[in-house]
C-alpha cells in the first residue's frame, strides 16, 4: 500500500555528471529537472546503481512491485502516483562544490546534534546558544574549534570564561566538519541510506533546504 502522499519539500540529493555529489534540493525542483531532462534519477538497490529518465521512473513507480512502498514518500498528480527519488544526476553539470563548509549557527547546532557541549544535554534550537569557548573578551575567534553549541544555563554559568577557569569540561573536542553537518542528520533515517555511498567523499557549501 502506497504511504501517505508527501511535502513537495522532501529532500534529494543531486550528483553532477561525474556522479559526485553537489547539492541537496527539494522533490519539486528535481522533478523539473527531469521532466526538462536535465537530470536522470539514480535507483540505489544493493549497491547497485540504475538510472532512469522521466518517463521509465514513472513506470517502475507504477510497477509497485518492484518497491518496498514505505521506503519512498510519493506524490499524487492528476494522472499518476510517482516515487520522490532519493538521488538524481544531472547530465549536463560536471563542476565540483567548494570545498568549504558554512560557519553558522544551523551548521554547528547540527554538528553538535543539538547537544550541550558541556552538560550533554539535547534541547531544541530555542533553548540552545553558541559558546566560544575562547571568550571573545579574552581574543577568541568565531571559528569550528572555537564555537560550539551551549544550552542557556551552562552559557550564564561560563560566563566569560574559559571552561578551564568555569571548571567546566568539554563533550568532545569541535573540529571543522568535512561535508555539511545537518545532512548527517538525515543520514540516521532508512529513506535516506541511499545518499552514503556519494557522500563518503564529499564536501559540502551547500545547506539543506
Known sequence: MIATPASPNTPVLVLNKLWMAIRVIDARR?????????????????????????ESWAELSDAREHFESHQYDWIRTV??????????????YDRLP???VKLNRRNIFARDANQCQYCGKRLPTSELSLDHIQPRSQGGKSSWTNLVCCCVKCN??????????????????????????????R???????SWQPFLDNAYWSVELR
Not at 41 to 49: F, L, Q, S
Not at 79 to 92: D, M, W
Not at 156 to 183: C, F, W
Not at 187 to 192: E, H, I, T, V, Y
Request: aromatic share 6%; charged share 25%.
Open 30 to 54: 528535481a522533478f523539473s529537472l527531469l521532466c526538462r531532462g536535465l537530470a536522470e534519477v539514480i535507483h540505489v538497490t544493493d549497491e547497485a546503481y540504475t538510472g532512469h529518465d522521466f
Open 79 to 92: 494522472r499518476l502516483e510517482i516515487a520522490i527519488p532519493k538521488v538524481i544526476r544531472l547530465l549536463g
Open 98 to 100: 567548494a570545498q568549504e
Open 156 to 185: 550564564a554559568k561560563k560566563g566569560g570564561r574559559t571552561p578551564d577557569q568555569a571548571s567546566m569540561t568539554l563533550i568532545r573536542k569541535p573540529a571543522r566538519p568535512k561535508r555539511n553537518p545537518v545532512i548527517n542528520l
Open 187 to 193: 543520514l540516521g533515517s532508512d529513506k535516506f541510506a
